[in-house]
């Protein structure tokens, strides 16, 4: 019997999604199954920002871990890309180490992860500037001021006093002022406080020290050099000097050895924190600014009170930079030590500090390579670097984005990068557990909201939002019913994540579900499951190989152990021990090494008979 052409044209794939892009290497599925490329840094977008939410345990950490390690992969790029990852905890350590174990032992100083800390030996100088420079970028200049702004705000209050912005420019002005070479005091070099530029110095000569005679056992008279009595010399006079060196060189070693050198000296040219005490105390600032804040006191009384408040209890702000990740271009930054939910300031504070350290490297754009900004000297070394730059890939990503969604600075330094991001060609990724934490709204001014929502060029939704969250979600991406009755669809299956997928384009916007498949030796290296993570770190430990335990792993357990260890820990007890968890997480650790073992033994067998 011949079928109806209404009931013939719906089995037709006429209605199945499309990707929104004419080309993609980030493979997903739809529901039916059918592939969908999707491309990062599209040239049909205007900007590359990326919101991901989801509720704990929805994937949303292994979806973004999984689209950075695709970054890493795109096909064209000539190096690693640039990314960074502020976090809070351990969501990104899977990728740093299966990123480490790809590359070549020597090049494996190019990924790392390091936790933030409050103490000296972990110092961030929220005043450096690029290596060369007497003064900082604009963006640079922006930052100190959010950065000093925020040291300056009342725990108890929103945001600072009115003029404080204008103030804190002003200090920081006369700060770098004051250590110029021909009109200011600038810093002089001491041996010493780093060993490791005593070292470079001393090495390639860079400094003209007196002569040590001695007679040997031999009558000989032996001439060294007295590290400890040399010409006066300043950090920037040693920074041009290193970077000429450098320059000169045909020798790649020396060369990076110069130029690492040149970076540790000018971490020592530039204003640390106390440094401002004495400007805010000087006459210009205390005429420039009578006007009385909060606390019943002049602006630079306040100021000098906050600053002396933050130098006393916040030693990794007082001090040069110690805090060393320069050689990194991917790198996790881990906020686990410094975040406290009671203490708002605090948060603020180390989440500009590691995006101050996440963007160093590649904040250059094509207006700050200019005469008017860069010495002379420098000049061809940052438009080649600008060139480099320009054909890198960068991100920056948020993971648990809601421990900064209080602090509006830091909300407004997001924002800044969501909208101004494109023109150092950095996309930007955001995850967090709720829609509604990348919404700012306190103190019921206008200017004061952030809506990151409003600016995201892709949504992922990885968990149906609900009561407030759905209300946002109506509010700033659709209200289409087929969206919003489909919610159902999205959660973990065999299949992989189902997400609901958004994506706005120079065309149009365009929403879908499609699932994100990872294999199961990619699940073991990115979940951030608890017990999962547990059972990882005791393979490790009996296989120290990762590419060797990730193949047991995911031969023994598949795509995760939760289920399997809920099932053995039901037999043991009820409710079991510490000690109980880690015992019966070994002794499946073991069993699953053993079992491995033989398998492989058997397959030999298999093969030599």
């Given at each position: 019997a011949a079928v109806q052409l209404p009931h013939a044209l719906s089995l037709l794939p006429l209605a199945r999604p499309a990707s929104p892009f004419n080309r993609g290497t980030v493979l997903h599925k739809t529901l039916d199954g059918k592939l969908m490329p999707l491309e990062k840094f599209s040239s049909q977008q205007n900007t590359w920002v990326a919101i991901i939410t989801g509720t704990p345990g929805s994937g949303k950490s292994v979806l973004m871990n999984k689209l950075l390690y695709e970054t890493c992969l795109m096909p064209g790029i000539q190096r690693l890309p640039w990314i960074s990852i502020i976090d809070k905890g351990i969501s990104s350590t899977g990728l740093i180490n299966l990123l480490r174990d790809a590359l070549r032992p020597e090049m494996r100083h190019l990924v790392t992860s390091k936790r933030l800390r409050k103490d000296r030996r972990n110092a961030i100088n929220p005043f450096d500037i690029k290596p060369g420079l007497t003064f900082p970028l604009e963006s640079e200049r922006t930052q100190m001021v959010s950065f000093l702004s925020t040291m300056m705000t009342p725990p108890e209050a929103e945001k600072p006093y009115d003029d404080t912005t204008t103030f804190c420019a002003e200090v920081i002005k006369m700060a770098f002022e004051s250590i110029q070479e021909q009109t200011g005091t600038p810093k002089m070099y001491k041996p010493h406080i780093n060993r490791e530029l005593d070292g470079i110095l001393q090495e390639y000569n860079m400094i003209s020290y007196a002569e040590k005679v001695h007679v040997d056992e031999f009558g000989r008279t032996i001439r060294t050099p007295d590290h400890e009595n040399f010409?006066?010399?300043?950090?920037?006079?040693?920074?041009?000097?290193?970077?000429?060196?450098?320059?000169?060189?045909?020798?790649?070693?020396?060369?990076?050895?110069?130029?690492?050198?040149?970076?540790?000296?000018?971490?020592?040219?530039?204003?640390?924190?106390?440094?401002?005490?004495?400007?805010?105390?000087?006459?210009?600032?205390?005429?420039?600014?009578?006007?009385?804040?909060?606390?019943?006191?002049?602006?630079?009384?306040?100021?000098?009170?906050?600053?002396?408040?933050?130098?006393s209890e916040y030693e990794c702000f007082s001090y040069a930079t110690e805090f060393d990740v320069d050689t990194a271009r991917v790198l996790s930054l881990d906020l686990q030590d410094v975040i406290d939910k009671n203490n708002r300031k605090?948060?603020?504070?180390?989440?500009?500090?590691?995006?101050?350290?996440?963007?160093?490297?590649?904040?250059?754009?094509?207006?700050?390579?200019?005469?008017?900004?860069?010495?002379?000297?420098?000049?061809?070394?940052?438009?080649?670097?600008?060139?480099?730059?320009?054909?890198?890939?960068?991100?920056?990503?948020?993971?648990?984005?809601?421990?900064?969604?209080?602090?509006?600075?830091?909300?407004?330094?997001?924002?800044?990068?969501?909208?101004?991001?494109?023109?150092?060609?950095?996309?930007?990724?955001?995850?967090?557990?709720?829609?509604?934490?990348?919404?700012?709204?306190?103190?019921?001014?206008?200017?004061?909201?952030?809506?990151?929502?409003?600016?995201?060029?892709?949504?992922?939704?990885?968990?149906?939002?609900?009561?407030?969250?759905?209300?946002?979600?109506?509010?700033?991406?659709?209200?289409?019913?087929?969206?919003?009755?489909?919610?159902?669809?999205?959660?973990?299956?065999?299949?992989?994540?189902?997400?609901?997928?958004?994506?706005?384009?120079?065309?149009?916007?365009?929403?879908?579900?499609?699932?994100?498949?990872?294999?199961?030796?990619?699940?073991?290296?990115?979940?951030?499951?608890?017990?999962?993570?547990s059972m990882r770190a005791a393979v490790l430990s009996k296989v120290p190989n990762l590419s060797r335990a990730m193949a047991i792993l995911a031969w023994a357990f598949g795509g995760g152990v939760s289920s399997r260890y809920q099932e053995r820990a039901a037999m043991i007890g009820d409710a079991l021990t510490d000690q109980q968890r880690e015992s019966l997480i070994n002794t499946m650790a073991e069993e699953a090494v053993y079992a491995y073992e033989n398998f492989e033994r058997q397959q030999k067998l298999l093969k030599s008979s």
């Open positions: 010409d006066d010399v300043t950090y920037f006079s040693i920074v041009r000097k290193l970077h000429r060196a450098g320059e000169m060189t045909n020798n790649k070693r020396d060369r990076l050895r110069l130029w690492r050198g040149r970076d540790l000296a000018q971490r020592y040219a530039v204003p640390v924190m106390r440094d401002l005490i004495p400007i805010i105390q000087s006459d210009q600032i205390k005429q420039n600014f009578t006007n009385m804040v909060g606390s019943n006191e002049t602006m630079p009384d306040f100021a000098q009170r906050a600053i002396r408040a933050i130098v605090q948060t603020a504070l180390f989440f500009q500090a590691a995006r101050m350290i996440a963007v160093k490297k590649f904040s250059l754009s094509e207006e700050d390579v200019t005469p008017e900004k860069i010495p002379a000297m420098f000049l061809p070394y940052y438009r080649n670097l600008l060139r480099e730059l320009s054909m890198d890939r960068k991100t920056l990503a948020y993971d648990e984005f809601s421990n900064a969604k209080e602090d509006l600075a830091t909300m407004k330094q997001v924002e800044t990068d969501a909208r101004e991001g494109r023109k150092w060609g950095t996309e930007l990724i955001l995850a967090s557990q709720y829609i509604k934490d990348f919404k700012y709204t306190k103190g019921g001014k206008e200017v004061d909201a952030v809506n990151l929502l409003d600016l995201a060029t892709t949504l992922c939704v990885c968990s149906p939002p609900q009561d407030e969250n759905l209300t946002l979600f109506k509010e700033s991406v659709t209200t289409h019913p087929g969206v919003l009755k489909s919610f159902s669809q999205i959660g973990i299956s065999s299949a992989g994540l189902t997400y609901f997928a958004y994506f706005v384009t120079k065309t149009g916007r365009y929403a879908t579900y499609i699932t994100n498949q990872v294999g199961n030796k990619m699940m073991w290296s990115l979940t951030t499951d608890q017990i999962d993570r």
